[in-house]
């Protein structure tokens, strides 16, 4: 990770498993810390952000991407989208967490792998 200390997290989607996610963070305070969640129903990920405090809303996850101080982003969007969203993830140089099931196809999840491992340091994809 860049930064020791916390890491910095970003959420992409609002409902039943970024739920779980933010809860889960929220029991492990001095390790990590979700700044951030992006959802593209309007409302649903501000609800999510006013339940556990987290401080910045977004429509469109990409321009969550751009906060250069996310060093993690976990998906919880549904399956056919967790492969473009993988590769944005890691092209932006952050580390990923894929809810499962990881992709649609054994192709995709090759091309996530080899993309984590190539744009991310550790080259980390949690699913
Ligand atoms: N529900 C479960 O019990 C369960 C268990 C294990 C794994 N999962 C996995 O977790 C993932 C999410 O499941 P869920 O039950 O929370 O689904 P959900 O339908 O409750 O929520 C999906 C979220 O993704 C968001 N989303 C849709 N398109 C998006 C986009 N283009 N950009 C950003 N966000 C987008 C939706 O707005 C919504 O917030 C799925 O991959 C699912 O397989 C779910």
Known sequence: MANKGK???GIIGSQFEADIHAASFQIMPEE?????VASPTPGHAAELAERYNIPRVFLDYREMLKEKDIEMVTITAPN???CQMTLDIANAGKHVVCEKP???TLEEADLMIETC???TQH?????
């Open 7 to 9: 890491v910095k997290v």
């Open 123 to 127: 080259g980390y994809l949690i699913g």
């Open 80 to 82: 056919k989208l967790h």
């Open 32 to 36: 990590a810390e979700v700044v951030a």
């Open 102 to 104: 990881l992709c649609m």
């Open 117 to 119: 491992e190539k744009q």
